[in-house]
């Protein structure tokens, strides 16, 4: 009797969509050559935009995952949340006035920087491990020469703070 | 035995568990140094400061690198699931870390196997896989804040980025509301510690005590403000505390703490952390009933 080592489950809760097949299986290589947890499923009929196969992958990596594909021109239609009904991802933030500096909250992300320098001073809130990592990066460098968390970072907590950058740069060159 | 596992920022850091010390600006792990800020390390931090002043052992503290590629949370993940029944920790507390449902429903299991059930923490991204695995009735403590308390409160994301808008929206007095919603969902954990302007400690749906003093805004900028927070709370657990009683205590800890420093949004976590030996020295008995004399007895 063959003995076959059971694959460990996998729920990833979010979908690549492709416009076909050819599309999907190589956007399964280049994520699986890269270290991504991904699996090939049908996506629900309400979902579907392309082809009937999509890939399942971590929703959290979307980020890097959208920009490995771009990189390696894998063409894609989208990466969504898998489960109807989830709202889009957020676009709107807060902003508040610290006197000599100020916070910008994009999501779960903050962000805060001294108004006559531009430096940013701290970062703070979300839970991927890339930020501590942008954290160090980031923090006393100014708004314009800091790193992008969309380039260094690989989650929606990395995107949220490059949302928060991106006011924060905003709302510096309006005040300069 | 207390043990607390996450990443940290350091992309060539092995898995490594040890018994930590704080030294200077560092969490020291196996003789590895950790600098002290946001996330794991300022978490470790804070109970490892909270234990040495209450003369107990300090946290056991698994830490491995990883900046977001995920590889370091899937060896932590691995690691626990293997190992978490033979350590059979009092306590067990998990924070940074790509956030993977399967590997958490696998681990919720794991701990199925030891002898006494821990007490289970989630912060940060290990609260988003536990909420996003439906699996949050399986831990006893999270501690989000605003935007994680709309996230649990939100049927659908599995990340605060995927929040409803109008969840978002919701101001701190709208947190009463957000909790309803999570417990109500299956989204909360037995006790919440919902960090703010006022900080809410809530058990099985219910406002058990609200802080906000001090008033110092400051902390909400200053990254690892929340992940003390949490480490205290793990430290005060280990201590004996009822779990409400320990969120209290590590809630007013923190704000005493940022207002010794003087904190200002330019202020390290690090900073912090060094004011709360002088604040449980001021405080803690008074708070919780935790008293030492000059000599170290209680």
């Known amino acids: 009797m063959a003995l076959f080592k059971k694959k460990p489950p996998f729920e990833g809760g979010g979908l690549v969509l492709f416009m076909d097949v050819h599309d999907a299986m190589a956007g399964e290589k280049v994520l699986k050559t890269a270290g991504y947890a991904v699996k090939l499923v049908a996506p629900p009929p309400q979902l579907r935009r392309g082809c009937d196969l999509a890939l399942e992958v971590n929703l959290v990596e979307q980020p890097g995952i959208e920009r490995l594909l771009k990189e390696k021109e894998a063409g894609y239609v989208s990466v969504l949340p898998m489960k109807p009904g989830t709202s889009g991802l957020l676009e709107v933030v807060k902003v508040t006035d610290f006197g000599e500096w100020t916070m910008v909250k994009a999501a779960n992300m903050k962000l805060s920087f001294e108004k006559k320098s531009g430096l940013i001073v701290n970062t703070s809130g979300g839970g991927c491990p890339d930020i501590p990592y942008l954290h160090a990066e980031m923090i006393g460098k100014r708004l314009d020469e800091a790193p992008r968390p969309r380039d260094l970072g690989f989650t929606l907590c990395a995107l949220m703070l490059d949302r928060a950058l991106d006011e924060c740069l905003a709302l510096w060159g309006g005040e300069r | ?298």
């Open chain 2, 1 to 298: 035995m207390m043990l607390i596992a996450g990443t940290v920022p350091l992309k060539d850091l092995p898995l490594t568990v040890g018994r930590a010390a704080a030294e200077g600006d560092s969490l020291v792990v196996d003789g590895r140094r950790i600098p002290c800020t946001q996330g794991t390390a300022a978490m470790a931090t804070a109970a490892v400061v909270a234990t040495d002043y209450l003369k107990l052992d300090a946290p056991q503290v698994l830490v491995v690198g990883d900046t977001g590629q995920g590889k370091g949370s899937r060896e932590m993940y691995e690691y626990l699931i293997q190992n978490v029944a033979r350590l059979s920790p009092q306590v067990l507390a998990l924070h940074y870390c790509l956030p993977d449902m399967a590997l958490t429903r696998r681990l919720c299991e794991a701990v199925k196997g030891c002898a006494r059930r821990p007490v289970m923490i989630a912060d940060a991204a290990s609260m988003y896989a536990a909420k996003a695995a439906g699996l949050a009735p399986s831990f006893d403590v999270f501690t989000p804040d605003a935007t994680e308390m709309a996230f649990l409160a939100d049927p659908d994301a599995t990340h605060p980025a995927y929040i409803a808008k109008h969840l978002f929206d919701t101001d701190v007095t709208q947190t009463p509301k957000l909790v309803e919603a999570a417990y109500e969902r299956k989204n909360a954990a037995r006790l919440l510690l919902v960090k703010g302007a006022t900080d809410y400690i809530v058990e099985n749906g219910k406002i058990l005590a609200t802080v906000s003093e001090p008033d110092v805004p400051a902390l909400e900028p200053i990254g690892g403000t929340g992940d003390t927070i949490t480490g205290l709370l793990c430290a005060f657990v280990h201590a004996g505390l009822e779990l409400h009683e320990a969120a209290i205590v590590a809630a007013k800890a923190n704000r005493m703490a940022g207002r010794m420093a003087g904190a200002t949004p330019a202020t390290r976590v690090s900073q912090i952390i060094s004011q709360f030996p002088a604040a449980f020295q001021q405080y803690l008995c008074q708070w919780s009933e935790v008293c030492y004399s000059q000599g170290g007895q209680r």
